[in-house]
Each structure stands twice: as structure tokens, then as C-alpha cells.
């Protein structure tokens, strides 16, 4: 199981929010790029980023940012957040980006979404974060009547490889994954399942290493001493 370190950026700072709530931000660091390099000394081996005013505007707005971090360091970086256009993908792709990760224009645009995995294959994952689930858009400010393990079986018709699959109750709570729901996309689907929110202790890491998932996102309980990370990596294997 590979650990993903979270890098969360919001006017080029690094940042957890409460639950996907935008006005309950923390901030976690100032420098992005001295995250990530502490990131990569600790023995990472991907790094997960997520541009979250590109997800609130759909834009990349902290493309500079993104830019030099991938420019710095050795280990593969996953992107995703207001990624709604191929000229964007591509610029990604180009600037070093090893995964992409599609959100909300999975869900509103298929032929975008079909266009850019027939393109780029397993470069490109889809980011399914849910409420209740229910998947939400727009940086989970819009709750969908889309059912998770629906949505996650229309993902895979259109050759998805990989889903990162977020509770969003859960993210930033520091209160454990919701394994039930993990359980069960699993079991529905035949893709690699990233997962991601609430992962507060190596205990969940191992629980999700038990379970044969593929990967896990840790942002605050690495930010907050509650994992380490060079442990995490350690167990994972």
C-alpha cells in the first residue's frame, strides 16, 4: 500500500480544512515546497496534491506553486482541483505531473472525462468525494444525487484505473476512515481504491493494509504528530 502525503493549497500556503468547510481553514505551513522536500527526506513515494482554490473556481490558480514543487523534487506527484479542461491536463502532464486526478468534470462532463483517459490512461484518476454517499461537486460545496458505488461503476465502463475515494465527513476530523463504505466500493468495483479522510493513526493505516487497498491519503494526522510518516511507510509494506 503506497502512503500519499497531502499537500492541501489555498493562496499558496499548505492548509487542512474541517470536513471539506471551506471557512475552517488551518494553516499548516507557509511553504508548500518545504513540505514536500520534508515530505520526500522522510521516504515518500507520491505525493498527493490538491489545488483547492482550483477546486472552489475551476481554475488552477496555484499552477506556480504546483510548478516548482514538481520542479524540486525526485518522487512522483498526483494533482487534482479545478482540472476541467484538456489544455489543463496537458499543461499538467507537460510541467512533470505524474497523475491527474479528475473531480467534478468527471461527473459533468463524460465525453471530457472519456477524451482525457483514451489520452493519458492510467495517468488519470478520479477523485469521488462523498456525503452520505452522495457524490459532491464544485470543491464539496454541492452535494449530487449521484450514488458513490454508481458513480465509481460508471468510472470503471469508461477504463478509470484508479479512484481516490474521500468521505467527506470525515476529512480532517482526525476520527478514522469510514471502512464501511471503503469496504463496500470495493466490492462493487475492480479498480485500485486510494483512500482518503479521517486517517488519524498507523491503526487505520494497518486496517486499510489488511484490506488490500491500493493506497491511503495522510494530511493531518501527519501535520499534527499523530502519524509519522517515515513509520506509516514502514507498516505499509
Known sequence: MI????????????????????????????DPLKVAKEFEILGAEFLHMVDLDGALKGESVNLEVIATIVESINIPVQIGGGIRTMDKVEKLINMGVARVILGTSAIKDKDFLIEVVEKYGDRVAVGIDAKNGYVAVDGWTDVS???????????????VKTIIFTDISKDGTLQGPNVEQLVKLKENINMDIV??????????????REKDFCGAIVGKAIYKGNVKLDEAILISK
Open 3 to 30: 502512503i500519499f502525503p497531502a499537500i492541501d493549497i489555498k493562496e499558496g500556503k499548505c492548509v487542512r480544512l474541517y470536513q471539506g468547510d471551506f471557512n475552517r481553514v488551518e494553516v499548516m505551513g507557509n
Open 195 to 208: 483512500a482518503s479522510g479521517g486517517i488519524s493513526s498507523l491503526d487505520d493505516l494497518k486496517t486499510l
Open 145 to 159: 444525487s449521484i450514488d458513490y458505488i454508481d458513480f465509481s461503476k460508471e468510472m470503471e465502463k469508461i477504463g
